[in-house]
Structures are given as C-alpha cells and as structure tokens.
C-alpha cells in the first residue's frame, strides 16, 4: 500500500478535494491504495468521512458514543474527520501522507473543505461537504448513507459556478454501491440524465438523455448490451413534422433501422440491409395512424425499386398497386390490383428501346388478360381484346388508331380459324369506309366486301356503283345467306354477315 502512495505520487495524482467525475479524487485515490493491500470489499465515498471502512457492527458506535468520552454525540457528527476517537480521524493520524500536499504549491490540504454528518429519525445519516478556499470554493456535495453505511445517493453543487456542464449534480446509487442514474441540473433549466444498467436487467447498458427547461425530454441515446446504439429525438416543440425520429446503428456504427412517427400518428419505418444479408438495401414502409399499411417501398441491391400503394381505407377501386422503378429512377412496370379481383398492368419503355411508350393490359378475376392497349411512339395506338370467357365466335380482336384516335385498321380471329381484316379510311382519302377482307383458316384470302362513301356494299369489290343484275345473261344467282342493299338505283349484295353488326 505503501508503494500504491508512492507510484501515485510519482504520476502527480494528488486529492483535489470535492470528487469530480473525470478528475483524481479521494474515493480513487482511497480505492487505489486499498487494492494494493488487497482490500477488496471496500466500497468507500471520501477520505474525509471512510464510513464505509468501518465494520458494520461498530457503525452505530460512532454515532451513539463520545468520541473521547468528553466530547458529545453532535461533535462526532458535526466533523467526525478533526474528532479524536472517530475512525475518521484515526485513518488520518495514521496516514498523514495522504493529507498533505504531494510538492509545494499543490492544492487540496485538509483545511480545503468541511465536513458534516448528522443522523436522520429513519436511521440513516447525511454528509455535507463543502470546499472553502481555492477556485472551487463554495461547491459542495451532500451524501446521503443507509442506516449500514450504503451510498444511496450523492447531490453536488456547483457553488462557485465555475463548471460549464452543470450547475447541480444528482447521482443516485444501487444497493451495491454502483451508480443508478445521475442527474445534470443547468442554470439554464435543461437538465441531462446519464443512466447506467448496473443490474443487467435489460437489453442496454447505459442511456444519455437531454431534458429541456420546461422538462421536456429532447433527446435520448441508448447504448444497447451488444454495442449497438439507439438515438431518438423528440420534436418538443412542435417544429417539424413529425413527434419522435429514432434510429439504430450496430458496433460498427453502420445504421440498422430507423423510425419516423409523424404528427398525425402514422408512423414510417426503414429497415437497412447493412450486413447484405438480403437481396435489398433498404427497405420502408408507412402505416397510418390506426396501423394500417399505406406503402411500402423496396430498394435492391442492384438499384431498382419496389414500390406498393395500398388502399388502406378502401377509398379506391383499388386494394393495392405494385410498381417496378429502374436503377435510374424510371418506372418500368406497375400492378394494379383491383377490389373485384381484376388486374391492371402497366409496362413502361423507360429506356426508350422499344417503338412503344406504354402497354396497358386488363385482366379478368380469373386471371384470364380481357383487353390491352398499346401506346406507340408516333402516337397511334394498338388495341387488343380477348375473348378470354369463350362468350364470342373469335378469340381476339386486334385493331390500330392514329395519332389522332381514328381507326385505322382492325383484324378479327375467329374460333373456326378465320381471320377477317377491317381497313378504314380514317383520314377520307379514299373514294370508301372501309374494306373488309375475310381470309380462311389456311391464310388465303376469299371475300372482300367494300363499303363505299355513299353506303353501297360491293361484294368481292365491283367496280363503283356496278349493281348486280337479277336477270338476263348475265344474271349470276347469289349464294344461300346473303343480303343487297339499294343506292343510288342500283343494288349490291353481300354475306349476311358484317364484322362490325355481326349476322343480320
């Protein structure tokens, strides 16, 4: 122990007086010398009052008795470190060496600081330290003891102001002596909390928060068991859009999640892939205030991004809609979901690689596609409709507008194999409506019908206005299932079949 003095004195530790958290003090100093020779169950809070050093059976000795048998009770309590017959100042007759200065012109002499103790109606006892010269003069720390001893709890002021991190200090002790919490007071009203999981009964081991003046709390940070950190900030004062932001990042202070709850009780969370144990990097999503799901959004590694929009509060047609952005940014595709069990999809050319800028496609409750249109880049559109139940004689139809919405052509396949085309004179420069051509199962063109400006119907496409004759020579009788049509004083029969009337 001798040599423990010794080495201290050597490195310049000496007693500064008042304990300070981060400098050298009494209770270290105490501590150190009391290791070297083995004491390990000491557990003591200054030099000037060891209360702990003594054996509990003589505790209440101290307090009960006179110290000299001439002195009284109250003497021993007003300052038990200059009463002969304390234990106090037994310790400091029999080592004077840690009472003194280490050179010349060192601070922290016996005549630095009084001490107080005085003992509660419960039993348990207070001490009252106070230093009296040097630049520290005017702080003071109260202790207060168990009736056995124990710390409980330690407040220190900072009377001579002259400590920018607090002006009161407040640290509460467990019963092992270890520091539950402590308490930072400043003048201007804010106050830190520093709290230690001493027991090891959560899942953290130490917690700073910041207090406001109107005792708001402000922020916090978490230090989890695993070394990973958890900070959370609170709008107090209703400056920003949201009440709490919080994050966490792990031991290597890679950020792991983070947690967003906005003014109107919805709540955004973002989940960060920081190990690439996923496919994706971030991943986030939004639900509202009654914690229903509003979207949902999905970075991958390589770039692009899933984005999910639900109909939370069934205000749409809709229950959810699913879209696909490239690595730059661009839609590519999109889902959407409809309450009936129908589908929309969206495909997007956001590369500009096809001669197309959009399809839109629909599909049944089934599953089965209905109808799609595709939006080209000269601003004509193609249209296909699907006879995905069966219900017609063809299977699709397929048909192309211009730029300016008119049709342009259209092509019917039939269930029988047939394909009949439709070609329409959108911009009138033709002498005809439109020319319907009908091809058989094995492609090879049969039958045209063209329908002429006026509204008469050539079959097999006449020339102009020639009618068919009824009779004479070269009369040529029609086949079963046909119908004419009179114009202009002539007539022209077809089919009875028109792709755009169906059988008439």
Known sequence: MKNAVAEWDRTGHTYDGIAKFGGENCTTFVQFVARAGNLTEINTSRTALPINLIPADERRGLFTTDADGRRSPADALKDPLHTPGTPAYEFKQSHPELFQPATPGDQGTKDQSTSQLRENPDGSFTEIVTQTEGSSSGDSQTTEYSSTGEVIQTTEIDGAQDNADYSTRFTAFDKQGQPDFTDFYRDDGTRDRSD???????????????????????????????????????????????????????????????????????????????????????????????????????????????WTDYDQDSSQGWSRVESLFDAQGREDNANMFMDDGRRNWFDYDQDGSKNWTRVESHFDAQGREDNANMFMDDGSRNWFDYDQDGSQVWTRVESHFDAQGREDYAKVYHDNGIRTEINYDQDNTQSWEKMVTTFTAWGQEYETDVIYDPGVVDHGAPPPLTPFPSSGPGYAPMPPGTACVSALGGTSCEPRYDVDYGWF
């Open 196 to 306: 230690n999981d001493q027991g090891g009964s959560q899942d953290w081991v130490h917690a700073d928060s910041h207090y406001d003046a109107q005792g708001r709390e402000d922020w916090r940070s978490v230090t989890m068991d695993d070394g990973s950190k958890v900070w959370t900030d609170f709008d107090q004062n209703n400056e920003r859009g949201d009440r709490i932001w919080e994050n966490r990042v792990d031991a290597r202070g890679r950020e792991d999640w983070r947690s967003v709850t906005m003014d109107d009780g919805s709540k955004v969370w973002t989940d960060f892939d920081q190990n690439n144990e996923r496919g994706d990097r971030i991943w986030e999503n939004r639900v509202d205030a009654r914690g229903r799901e509003d979207w949902a959004s999905v970075t991958m590694d390589n770039g692009t991004r899933n």
